[in-house]
DNA sequence: TATTTTTTTTAGGTTTGTCTAAAATATTTA
DNA sequence: TAAATATTTTAGACAAACCTAAAAAAAATA
């Protein structure tokens, strides 16, 4: 089904909230995402309901049809792929590539996506480590963790980032924290719950406040 | 300034009218190219020259103000680069990328046009031969001819086509009749202008027809 | 449970880009 | 040059995607 870039971004957002919360996805909620008033989601999700895309009556929330999340997914798929180019081809940074693979995400052509899957090296994660799912829409998901739930002492790699704001991803930067860094905790402060982190390459310990660590993934090192 | 997609195309359009013919360019021929009603393209040239776009009187034709001219080579030249990364960085032919370039054309990003650019080796023509304009709009185009006013038993180059239907180019191929090809007349029939041709790397003549030839342009080679 | 508050939907309106049919203007032809 | 024809514009309408304000329903609270 062809599929308007409003619609697409409607799925999307919808997805991406239950990939969050597992309660009902309310008009609220999809409104913040796609920052439309709510009156307006409501006229989409009625629209998005009659074409089958979405599980909906009225007061009772949205949910995605088969069709609906797999539409979705392959926005997502293309969204990763269009990320992963602009930093390994073009040389973007990992802060930079959001707002242009916004656009790219609703580039319609299959064979297109086929081939920029294979002129990538058929990928399993973006730039920023959230997996890429594959043609037939499975995500690869390995277990990772959040940086607040790491033991100490044990050998970690950064894996992804929940918060994916162009100043966080800059931060990250400057701390050296970037995809695959090997990191050990050696410290954490039970008030606060801030910890001291080793760095791979580096001797001296990083200071890091429990903001900062609950928006690092790791996996830890086999 | 920011423009949407139908905006972009009408004044592609116009800029492409221009480009073949060089009396008035009319709300009909606007209407062709771009698929919609003449008053359709009234209406769009009307705002477009309440941006200051397009000159425009009515009943008079239209024309693109210096404004217009730099937004529709902008165009032009994403799309051409985006024809030239599909075929020399994804594989595919030349015959299957215009409609993938219609939509990539309009993605909005400085940084992406420069980088895309680099990353292509700032090629000076995309797949089909066409031009494509440098930073600043110009168009690098060296002297090329027709094949119908080629000279007899003189080397030229395979340097561009003036029909740009994938079924043209699906017969080129079919052909040997590739870009950069060296070409040699060898005969002429005066009655109908079809040619037999000499191609490089081939013993065997080729017959072509006039309707073949007007679709082709060549260039000496030095 | 009745009331208040919050959320969601409906009603009615706007903008963009399109359309058809009719009117206005320009061009061609007799 | 007057009539016929073709082109262009205007008028009025429609769908998509949004909006605000008001009404309806659900949820929270007293």
Redesign the interface.
Same mark, same amino acid.
């Given at each position: 089904m062809q599929l308007s870039f409003s619609e697409e971004n409607y799925l999307k957002a919808i997805f991406k909230i239950r990939e969050q919360k597992s309660d009902k996805i309310t008009t609220n909620a999809i409104a913040l995402a796609v920052e439309a008033s709510p009156a307006s989601v409501t006229d989409m999700v009625q629209k998005l309901h009659e074409k089958k895309l979405v599980n909906y009556q009225r007061y009772q929330g949205v949910s995605l049809t088969t069709q609906g999340e797999k539409s979705a997914v392959g926005v997502i798929r293309k969204h990763r792929l269009w990320e992963l180019f +602009?930093v390994s081809? +073009?040389? %973007?940074t990992w802060d930079?590539v959001h707002? /242009?693979a916004e $656009? *790219?995400e609703h /580039? $319609? !052509?299959d !064979? *297109?996506v086929k081939? +920029?899957y294979s %002129?990538l090296g058929k990928p399993k994660w973006d730039p920023h480590g959230d997996p890429i799912p594959d043609e037939r829409g499975n995500f690869y998901s390995p277990k990772t963790i959040l940086l607040t739930n790491a033991l100490k002492d044990i050998k970690y790699e950064l894996c992804g980032v929940i918060d994916h704001s162009p100043d966080f991803l800059k931060y990250l930067d400057k701390q050296g924290l970037t995809l695959g860094k090997k990191i050990t905790v050696k410290q954490i402060t039970d008030y606060d719950g801030s910890m001291k982190i080793a760095l791979a390459g580096s001797k001296s310990l990083k200071f890091i406040s429990v903001d900062v660590a609950r928006n690092l993934l790791i996996s830890v090192i086999k």
């Open positions: +602009l081809k +073009l040389g %973007f930079e707002d /242009i $656009q *790219l /580039i $319609q !052509s !064979s *297109l081939r +920029l %002129f």
